[in-house]
């Protein structure tokens, strides 16, 4: 069958060429197409619902809408877990499915689902399915300057200009508005006159109701006309509220709102706010992206947008963006393009270094930019975005590509020199090399294939992120067994043509220097193999002193300190306190050019906050003005300010990376100890003891537990009797005191497209509640006091739960030491010193968590994968034996990979583990190469001249394939940007692991041919 196509190429010159520029075209129209973006896409099939509980506490807030909302949704199919925050006046339940279950049907189940619980809720609550966006869709960020307009006119603006324009955009979620005032026409009632008046605030709420509405009588006839009968009875101003009749006394005194209230324009009661450089307040506006949406496209249309809103803002507004992810998409994808190119021009030198000839070197070359082409051209069919992890993997597939472009040129150059018989036409003898040759390409890049099969089958985030790299690298192998078959032997054909099959100097020079060392190699055999046993020890010893973690940290370039302030603060001290902080920062750290700090709740909720919790997001200026162009040293400047500050908690993190970690965990860290058990003071207990425990233990860094007690509350319990002697329900009180303190809407005033709440909010935020009055049943006044007892408490800052059980969590980075060995550490300290209660349990997670489960399936799906090679390679030879053989290569390609790690005091983490892979692929196909010439000559050779003239022929194949491989990732090693600390390690491995397999497989594999190999 490959003979047939190899010689219908060859007798179909032009159609041939005609599809390899079919391809060249494929691949450019389908690259203009790719979603472009930093990363691939981790999010987890993950649905929110996110309830507003204006008022209600975090007990009541969990006993009520959380509670209730968890049960219902328990047994949808593929549901995976359900997590739930509750706090103050917010409650979120977040339901992970399993990977490939899609969005919409999750949605559909989860939407359905809460219908069926939605009626039983409480009925002041609002909210339910949030957008259908990801945890990483916070693609831009931008806020509204303007020396003019007050914080509520900046808000309107948001809410009411930027945001419907911004939401039209396809591929836009949604816009969440941050911070400001929004706009609201405020009741505020004089309790005490109304309740002289035997005026309840039931009326003023029918009355509202029943006089703000336009109606419509239906249609009248007059003569030819029908006209439409319409009553506008809407309100538009604050004195339409004013001039409202609430009652007409007995002696015809009519009473207005006006009279018992005051009407004004005010501010909604607001559960969060934005800080700016140190100055006080600001408007923030945050763009989400759908999920699957192109960011790069998306973010270009969002900033499009931006400019022509900012001609039609008031004079002086400004829209200042100061966090654009399409900035480190760029930054990340430049960087690995940049070292693709790099890699290609090396590769060029090395061909022409060991061909010797520019049309041949250039004949093999351009297999590398066809097959890239027609990766993107698969890439684009299955949906693969161009991001860091996916050209990360075609630039590992360069050295591999390229070998079988290698083996099929130079076999063409050999038969071309050398024609077996002098009546075949050119056309016959390259399809006879290419013939001769088409098994062991075809079975060596199969066996590659196989090799990176164990990254398909990872789960997770591992598999979310190193999927794309497998992907790539099987698409990129794929053509290049097509191209070096039908496309290189055609191209040879056209170009080719008196070759001269000679050595070029560099290779007769390490011919020079390898024959001598062969030959003294078989002399020392019994040395050598104590030589690589000792190695193999030593091997050992570094494997057990090198750290595991599970990725690198990616500078982002973009820093979030996560903020805790004491539970009780409220929004004026606040605010005081993140302005001194940023005064402090950009006074101590001048690196710093901007910090935006957003405390509290956000408008959709997506982000369950309190009024305690900032997350300071810092813009730098340029590295090139940074006094010492390190980020953990800066980290160090910052870590001094705020140790100045007293009552605050820290931690450090950055835009994607907390987001992550929320989304798999529910928090933020490289480690996450979860307690789990039943009473929230017993876990808040466990937690400050296990934080002790935590900081103690060596290799901790921002320690973090968020505070879960000292919440102040004024608790009012109800005396049932007196209730009952006026006639008073529970929730008449409960009513009037929600006005009194937060507010209670009761309409609507439309201005043009605008709408403006109409809030009845009483003055009772400062003042005391027993000051408070009520209506009894027959009308008369009653003090507050006298159905309730005021007293002081305190209460939890929010509960969490995770499969319907409570829990606490303490996070912590993790330096100077590799997070395996950290966590071993941590879990001995917290066994001797904890004993937990019965009920009571702990687990760690975090980036420690994606760790264990990549390896845990690595450790099934390799051996798996070793097995089928194997079996490949007992196919190709029909020889256990010479199977056996070439797997000796893997271990000679592991030691240097393990020495490289140990020597450069980098950890094995997953793209390490990618690296050793690839590794292993490189190794055997090497392998492959050495024992199939060797069998080919040993039909007519003794095994003793096999094994030298075998090994000298194959010595350029061989090392040009190892050298093209390892000069491919050399400008990954030096790459600097975001994205080089998850390339370096792979990159590494490679190298040294390549040093160390060519050198020993030169040597070994003719040396355990000649032992175990008879003459034929």
Do not use: C
């Not at 690298?473 to 794929?478: G, N, P, R, S, W």
């Not at 002193?545 to 001290?573: C, H, L, Q, R």
Request: hydrophobic residues 45%.
């Amino acid at each position: 069958m490959i003979d047939k196509l190899i010689g219908f190429a060859l007798s179909q010159r032009v159609f041939a060429i005609i599809i390899a520029l079919a391809i060249a075209a494929g691949g450019i129209i389908s690259y203009s197409k790719l979603t472009i973006d930093a990363f691939p896409d981790v999010s987890t099939t993950q649905v929110k619902i996110i309830i507003k509980a204006p008022g209600m506490t975090p007990k009541e807030v969990e006993q009520q809408i959380t509670i209730p909302i968890e049960l219902e949704m328990q047994g949808i199919p593929h549901q995976k877990i359900v997590r739930s925050i509750s706090k103050y006046a917010l409650a979120d339940v977040t339901i992970d499915f399993e990977e490939g279950t899609d969005l919409y049907w999750a949605r559909d189940r989860v939407y359905q689902r809460f219908n069926n619980i939605k009626n039983d809720l409480p009925p002041s609550v609002s909210g339910g399915i949030a957008p259908v966006t990801t945890p990483l869709g916070e693609i831009l960020m931008f806020t509204i300057e303007s020396p003019t307009l007050s914080l509520m006119e900046k808000r309107t603006l948001l809410d009411w200009i930027i945001r419907p324009e911004l939401r039209n955009i396809e591929g836009v979620a949604d816009v969440n508005a941050l911070g400001g005032e929004v706009k609201t026409y405020r009741i505020k009632p004089d309790f005490a006159r109304m309740a002289s008046l035997g005026i309840t605030l039931d009326e003023i709420e029918q009355k509202i109701e029943k006089n703000n509405a336009n109606f419509g009588a239906g249609r009248i006839e007059r003569g030819d006309e029908a006209l439409l009968v319409r009553l506008p009875g809407r309100m538009k101003e604050s004195r339409d509220i004013a001039n409202l009749v609430v009652k007409v006394e007995d002696n015809g005194a009519i009473i207005r709102l006006g009279d018992i209230a005051d009407i004004s324009i005010d501010a909604l009661t607001r559960y969060g706010y934005v800080t700016k450089d140190g100055e006080g307040e600001a408007v923030e506006g945050l763009v989400l992206g759908l999920k699957g949406a192109d960011a790069s496209h998306v973010t270009a249309e969002v900033k499009k947008r931006l400019k022509e809103l900012e001609k039609r803002l008031p004079e002086g507004t400004k829209l200042n963006i100061f966090y654009d992810r399409s900035d480190l998409i760029g930054k990340a994808v430049s960087m690995v393009q940049k070292a693709l190119t790099e890699a290609v021009l090396l590769v060029l030198v090395v061909l022409l270094l060991f061909l010797g000839s520019f049309v041949s070197a250039i004949t093999v070359a351009l297999i590398l930019p066809l097959a890239i082409l027609s990766a993107f051209i698969l890439m684009y069919y299955f949906g693969i975005s161009v991001n860091l992890m996916s050209l990360g993997g075609i630039a590992i597939a360069i050295g591999m590509i390229i070998d079988s472009g290698v083996v099929m040129v130079e076999n063409i150059i050999a038969r071309l020199a050398h024609p077996q018989s002098k009546s075949w036409s050119r056309i016959q003898i390259i399809y006879n090399a290419a013939k001769e040759v088409s098994t062991p390409v075809i079975s060596g890049v199969f066996i590659i294939i196989i090799v990176f099969t164990p990254l398909l089958m990872l789960q997770g985030l591992g598999g979310k992120l190193f999927a794309p790299v497998a992907l790539s690298i099987v698409f990129t192998l794929a053509a290049s067994i097509l191209l070096a078959l039908f496309i290189i032997p055609t191209i040879a054909s056209f170009f080719i043509r008196k070759p001269k099959h000679e050595d070029t100097f560099l290779m007769k020079w390490l011919l020079k220097g390898y024959e001598p060392l062969l030959k003294g190699a078989f002399k020392a055999e019994f040395g050598i193999y104590a030589l690589l046993l000792v190695l193999l020890g030593g091997t050992f010893y570094a494997f057990a002193n090198i750290g595991k973690t599970f990725m690198p940290t990616m500078d982002e370039g973009n820093i979030v300190i996560g903020i805790e302030a004491p539970p009780s603060i409220n929004i004026p001290a606040g605010i005081a306190l993140n302005t001194e902080i940023q005064k402090r920062l950009m006074k101590e750290v001048p690196e710093i050019k901007s910090i935006i700090a957003r405390t509290g709740s956000d408008e959709i909720g997506l982000d369950p906050m309190g009024l305690n919790d900032t997350d300071t997001f810092l813009v730098f200026k340029p590295k090139s003005e940074w006094r010492k162009q390190d980020t953990e040293w800066l980290k160090d400047q910052m870590r001094k300010v705020l140790e100045s500050i007293q009552g605050i908690e820290y931690s450090f993190t950055q835009p994607i990376e907390m987001r992550t970690s929320e989304m798999l965990t529910g928090s933020r860290g490289d480690v996450v100890i979860k307690i789990f058990g039943e009473e929230i003071d017993k876990l808040n207990e466990l937690g400050i003891a296990i934080k002790e425990i935590t900081e103690k233990t060596e290799g901790s860094q921002d320690v973090y537990m968020r505070q879960n007690e000292g919440v102040a509350y004024q608790e009012l319990r109800f005396n049932d009797e007196k209730l009952g002697n006026y006639g008073l329900d529970k929730t008449d009180v409960a009513h009037l005191l929600k006005a009194a303190v937060s507010g209670v809407e009761i309409g609507t005033i439309y201005k043009g497209m605008k709408q403006f709440p109409i809030i009845v909010r009483g003055d009772y935020l400062r003042k005391n509640l027993d000051e408070l009055y009520l209506v009894g049943q027959k009308g008369e006044p009653i003090a507050l006091s006298e159905v309730v007892t005021i007293i002081r408490s305190s209460g939890p800052v929010e509960i969490k739960h995770e499969h319907a059980r409570r829990f606490v969590s303490i996070q912590t980075n993790v330096t100077g030491i590799d997070l395996v060995t950290f966590v071993d550490h941590l879990k001995a300290n917290i066994a001797k010193e904890i004993k937990l209660p019965a009920g009571y349990s702990i687990t760690y997670g975090g980036q420690f968590k994606n760790q264990q489960a990549t390896m845990e399936r690595l450790s099934i799906v390799v051996p798996i994968a070793l097995v089928l090679i194997f079996m490949i390679l007992y196919m190709t030879f029909k020889s256990i034996l010479q199977s056996v053989i070439i797997f000796t290569t893997i271990p000679l390609a592991m030691m240097g990979g393990i020495f490289g790690l140990y020597v450069t005091d980098s950890y094995l983490s997953v793209p390490a583990s990618v690296g050793f892979i690839a590794l292993l692929g490189i190794a055997v196909l090497n392998g492959v190469v050495m024992i199939s010439y060797f069998n080919e000559l040993a039909r007519s050779l003794p095994i003793k001249e096999v094994v030298i003239e075998g090994a000298k022929r194959r010595l350029r194949p061989v090392l040009m394939t190892a050298t093209i491989a390892a000069l491919a990732l050399v400008p990954m090693l030096y790459a600097t940007g975001p994205g080089s600390e998850i390339q370096k390690p792979l990159a590494i491995v490679v190298i040294f692991g390549l040093i160390s397999s060519t050198a020993l497989t030169l040597l070994l594999l003719p040396m355990l041919y000649r032992r175990f190999m008879k003459d034929s």
